[in-house]
T-cell receptor, first 117, second 112 residues
Framework: EPEVTQTPSHQVTQMGQEVILRCVPI?????FYWYRQILGQKVEFLVS????????KSEIFDDQFSVERPDGSNFTLKIRSTKLEDSAMYFC???????????????FGPGTRLTVL | QQQVKQSPQSLIVQKGGISIINCAYE??????FPWYQQFPGKGPALLIA?????SEKKEGRFTISFNKSAKQFSLHIMDSQPGDSATYFC???????????FGTGTRLQVFP
């Protein structure tokens, strides 16, 4: 069964450093997302991406964050200068696309745990 | 107004019992209410979803009950099994967006 994969599973970084979280969405999917989950809290939407551009972003997704689809398979989240409060589990998700009102299923990856020291 | 409130935070149920998790929302523009199941070390996976034009949806042992006037929806797990032990998230979305607004999660433990 096709699945979303994410690497690395755990990333430890120093405050102020740049990190890139990588995702490989399901191959025929067209919409891509990043969500995050701070320990013990709810899953929060960060950004959605379609047709090589951001379609929607939350207030969390400030200038320190960027997303990219550098090739036909990878989807990345970059945090330019990490802060302590960026420590969280970051989930990538994808769906096959179609009319928004159909709310096609979003398939989530296993997550990358980011720890900022 | 975009929040989804979920309760309880944790739930312990005996094998064979009924697990009930509740969610409430304020935004009447929400038109899609999925439930996600998450096992340790895995991402959330869609379990079952409902739209507001029906009051109930059943898939196997899992049922969503939806009360539009009360702006509440709940997940019922019948004949709960130890393999159901996981964290459950309710979520909501609305037309012209595909972002999901998640509840805070319920950790379910089913003991044999």
């Amino acid at each position: 069964e096709p699945e979303v994969t994410q690497t690395p599973s755990h990333q430890v970084t120093q405050m102020g450093q740049e990190v890139i979280l990588r995702c490989v969405p399901i191959s025929n999917h067209l919409y891509f997302y990043w969500y995050r989950q701070i320990l013990g809290q709810k899953v929060e939407f960060l950004v959605s991406f379609y047709n090589n551009e951001i379609s929607e972003k939350s207030e969390i997704f400030d200038d320190q964050f960027s997303v990219e689809r550098p090739d036909g398979s990878n989807f990345t989240l970059k945090i330019r200068s990490t802060k302590l409060e960026d420590s969280a589990m970051y989930f990538c998700a994808s769906n096959s696309g179609g009319r928004l009102e159909l709310h096609n299923e979003q398939f989530f990856g296993p997550g990358t745990r980011l720890t900022v020291l | 107004q975009q929040q989804v409130k979920q309760s309880p935070q944790s739930l312990i149920v005996q094998k064979g019992g009924i697990s009930i998790i509740n969610c409430a929302y304020e935004n009447t523009a929400f038109d899609y209410f999925p439930w996600y199941q998450q096992f340790p070390g895995k991402g959330p996976a869609l379990l079952i979803a409902i739209r507001p034009d029906v009051s109930e949806k059943k898939e196997g042992r899992f049922t969503i009950s939806f009360n539009k006037s009360a702006k509440q929806f709940s997940l019922h797990i019948m004949d709960s099994q130890p393999g159901d032990s996981a964290t459950y998230f309710c979520a909501a979305s609305w037309v012209n967006t595909d972002k999901l607004i998640f509840g805070t999660g319920t950790r379910l433990q089913v003991f044999p």
